[in-house]
Nanobody
């Protein structure tokens, strides 16, 4: 069983930056495809950014050019750097690990963009 713990959420002003980190506890991190998702109130959870085990990435159109996802297999972490934040980026952000038929989710961290 894998455990994922997100950190780094908080309150930031529009136009500001914030970094999120997700730490895994297991031994198979390098085999996982990792993703950052978010869920705003009354909205469905959506993919924000993904980084596969081969290092390839993809982003939601709404965050392209503003967010950057990276991973460190030695530290078993995946980070999300968020720049030029907008009010519509406000959501709970979740980390997900995918491997074969397995999906593991973190507990989420709140990001609020407001003046």
């Amino acid at each position: 069983q894998e455990q994922l713990v997100e950190s780094g959420g908080g309150l930031v002003q529009p136009g500001g930056s914030l970094g999120l980190s997700c730490a895994a506890s297991g031994s198979f991190f390098s085999l996982y495809d990792m993703g950052w998702y978010r869920q705003a109130p009354r909205e469905q959870r959506e993919l924000v950014a993904a980084i596969r085990r081969d290092g390839s990435t993809n982003y939601a159109d709404s965050v392209k050019g503003r967010f950057t996802v990276s991973r460190d297999n030695a530290k078993k972490t995946v980070d999300l750097r968020m720049n030029s934040l907008k009010a519509e980026d406000t959501a709970v952000y979740y980390c997900k690990a995918h491997w074969g038929w397995r999906d593991y989710w973190g507990q989420g961290t709140q990001v609020t963009v407001s003046s």
